[in-house]
């Protein structure tokens, strides 16, 4: 069974900073792309930022040169760097995560639970 843990969300204000991580756990043989999207109160949810397993990245605009996302291979585990928070980025965040639990197995799609972030004005 594998899960993805997210941890690191919390209440700060605006111009404060947070680091998210998303741990997968389980039998897993390699993870492909791992995704931050999040979901504000009557939004959708959105695609925040991206990383390959090869460290490519891709952001969303509104949060280029603010959030870094990176990734440890090695621990299975996702990060978000989210610095000069503002007010909109209050919001649910979710890891996604593309990964294979074989080396012959068709890659499968996994989410976590979320976990909250509140920037306070």
């Known amino acids: 069974q594998v899960q993805l843990v997210e941890s690191g969300g919390d209440l700060v204000q605006a111009g404060g900073s947070l680091r998210l991580s998303c741990a997968a756990s389980?039998?897993?043989?390699?993870?492909?792309?791992m995704v931050w999207y999040r979901q504000a109160p009557g939004n959708q949810r959105e695609l925040v930022a991206q990383i390959s397993r090869r460290s490519s990245t891709f952001y969303t605009d509104s949060v280029k040169g603010r959030f870094t996302i990176s990734r440890d291979n090695a621990k299975n585990t996702v990060y978000l760097q989210m610095n000069s928070l503002k007010p909109e980025d209050t919001a649910v965040y979710y890891c996604y995560a593309v990964l294979s639990l074989g080396p012959s197995t068709v890659p499968g799609a996994y989410w976590g639970p979320g976990t909250q972030v509140t920037i306070s004005s």
């Open positions: 389980g039998t897993i043989f390699s993870i492909n792309v």
